[in-house]
C-alpha cells in the first residue's frame, strides 16, 4: 500500500509517500525538540521565574550580595537586590557603586530605598543612600533591560571590592 | 533595523511551528483551533511591534512580513523541493473504500473526520459510498465518491 502509485488505479495524485515518512520522523525529532525547551523554560532556563531563573553573588562579609535573574528577557520588568552587610554605613551614608556601562544597558524604574542623590563618575554611578537610626540592608533596582546578549555588571561599596556578575538577555 | 528583524523572525518562526504541529492544527476551524488562533495572534501583536507604535514601525513590519510571503512564493514557484517542504504534499487516507489506518494515525485524523468531510462536500452517507479520500495540503480533506 505504501509506495504503490495510484496513477496506476487512474488516480492523478502524486503523493510521494516518501516525503510523508521523512516529515513524520522530522516531526516527531521536533516535538521532542519542543517539549525539551518548554522544559527549560519551565525550569526558569529561559528565564522569567523558576528554580535556575535567578543567581546570587556573594562578595564576602564585607561585600554586598547581588541577587540577579540569570536570564532576563530585553524590555521586560526583572528586579535586582544588592543586599548590604551590617557595617556599610559610612558617616552616615551607605555608598553604592554601580558600573557605569551596566546602568546605561537598561531603563531603571525605581530604587528603593529611594537614594539621597546619585553621583556620576566617568565609568560608574555612585547611589548615596541617607541612614540615620534606620540602617537600609537591601537596595532593591527594578528595571528593565535594554540591550540584547551577554552584560556584566559591577557593584561595590565605597571602599570594598566589586562583586562581578553576568546576566544572558534574551531578545 | 529591529522592525525588520521582528517581523522576520516571527514569520518564520510561526511558520516552522506550523509545520511541525501538523498542519492539522490551522486548517479546520473547530472551536479548539479558532481559540488557538486567536490567541497566537494576539501573542504575536506585541512582539511584532515591541515599543514602537509608530505609523512606520507598523508599514516597516508589515512589508516585511508581505516581502518575505512574496519572497517564498516565488522560491516556491522555481523549487519543487522548496514547495514541497513548505506545504507537503496530499495524503490518500482512504482508497477503494479502505481506509489507511496506520496513515490515519499517524495524521491525526480520524474515521469521524473523513465521514464528516464526505458528508459536508459530496453529501454523502457511508464510509463505503467513498472512493477515495485525500489528506490535502492545506489540511482539509476531500473526498471523491464512488460512481453510483
Known sequence: ?171 | MESVLRGAAIYLFLLLIMRISGKRSFAEITTFDFVLLLVIGETTQQALLGEDFSLTNAFIVIATLVGIDIGLSLWKQRSKGFARLLEGRPLVLVADGQVLTDRLDEVRVDVDDILAAGRELQGLERLDQIKYAVLERNGGISIIPKER
Request: zero cysteines.
Open chain 1, 1 to 171: 500500500m505504501e509506495t504503490e502509485s495510484w496513477h496506476g488505479k487512474g488516480f492523478e495524485i502524486e503523493e510521494e509517500p516518501r516525503f510523508h515518512h521523512t516529515s513524520w520522523r522530522v516531526q516527531r525529532v521536533a516535538w521532542s525538540i519542543l517539549a525539551l525547551v518548554l522544559l527549560a523554560a519551565l525550569l526558569g532556563a529561559l528565564g522569567r521565574g523558576g528554580p535556575l531563573a535567578s543567581a546570587q553573588v556573594r562578595g564576602g562579609p564585607a561585600g554586598v550580595t547581588v541577587e540577579h535573574e540569570r536570564f532576563p528577557h530585553y524590555s521586560a520588568p526583572s528586579t535586582l537586590r544588592v543586599r548590604l552587610p551590617a557595617d556599610a554605613a559610612r558617616s552616615g551614608e551607605v555608598r553604592l557603586r554601580v558600573d557605569r556601562r551596566y546602568i546605561d544597558g537598561m531603563r531603571i524604574e525605581s530604587v528603593t530605598p529611594p537614594p539621597a542623590r546619585v553621583e556620576a563618575g566617568a565609568d560608574e554611578l555612585v547611589y548615596v543612600f541617607a541612614t540615620g537610626t534606620a540602617r537600609p540592608t537591601e537596595v532593591v533596582f527594578r528595571l528593565h533591560m535594554d540591550t540584547i546578549g551577554r552584560v556584566s555588571g559591577a557593584f561595590a561599596l565605597d571602599t570594598g571590592a566589586p562583586v562581578r556578575f553576568t546576566q544572558f538577555v534574551f531578545p
